[in-house]
């Protein structure tokens, strides 16, 4: 079994400021991919950003990077720049390559202030 | 290309009644899935289609849900009896192939279930 452990219910940034989101997971597998999402109040969930376990370079995209530690098992997001448009909920997620079914977070509330 | 649609985009419904929701992915997926958003338990694994192989159901509450695949397309979760606990946003996703190989999941806008 796969567990996802986000510690920030809820965060705060003002605009053009940078921020992280944490997120740990615990998993008995050696092959596996990481992912956060974003979900606006549109229910709409978008893909932000995707790791594979077996990389080293952390992904990054655009104003988006993660911090994977494999060894820590923790996998964070770094915001840079935040814009309004950035207010989402934030989930992050797990699947191995034993399985299929994405194993979330309970989610990071994220409010970007002018 | 177009993104997952699902359909109604709300639900409300009295208890007992039976609903469907459906899915159409997006068109050359081959994968399909179920999730159940829900405030006390979070984001929730339902049911998994791949190509015309059999379902995997192990995430399925109970016996009042079922879905069914046609076509190796379009995809209905049915719940017979709801109750109120079954309110919730079920999600539909799609992916190119298996989730093994970590192929992103794609997310329709979801429905929104009401159990009165």
């Known amino acids: 079994a796969q567990t996802v452990t986000q510690s920030q219910p809820e965060m705060s940034v003002q605009e053009a400021e940078t921020v992280t989101l944490s997120c740990t997971y615990d998993t008995s597998e050696n092959n596996y991919y990481l992912f956060w999402y974003k979900q606006p109040p549109s229910r709409q969930m978008i893909l932000v950003i995707r790791?594979?376990?077996?990389?080293?370079q952390n992904a990054t995209e655009n104003r988006f990077s993660v911090n994977f530690q494999k060894a820590a098992k923790s996998f964070s997001l770094k915001i840079s720049d935040s814009q309004l448009g950035d207010t989402a909920m934030y989930f992050c997620a797990v699947v191995s390559n034993s399985g299929y079914a994405l194993n979330f977070g309970k989610g990071t509330s994220l409010l970007v202030t002018p | 290309g177009a993104g997952v649609s699902q359909s109604p985009s709300n639900k409300v419904t009295e208890k007992g009644k039976d609903v469907e929701l459906r899915c159409d992915p997006i068109?050359?997926?081959?994968?399909l899935y179920w999730y159940r958003q829900s405030l006390g338990q979070g984001l929730e694994f339902l049911i998994y289609f791949q190509g015309n192989s059999a379902p995997d159901k192990s995430g399925l509450p109970s016996d009042r849900f079922s879905a069914e695949r046609t076509g190796g397309s379009v995809s209905t979760l049915t719940i017979q009896r709801t109750q109120q606990e079954d309110s919730a946003v079920y999600l539909c996703?799609?992916?190119?192939?298996?989730?093994?190989?970590?192929?992103?999941?794609?997310f329709g806008p979801g429905t929104r279930l009401t159990v009165l």
């Open positions: 790791q594979e376990a077996y990389k080293q």
């Open positions: 996703a799609s992916s190119l192939t298996s989730g093994r190989v970590g192929d992103t999941q794609y």
């Open positions: 068109s050359g997926h081959t994968a």
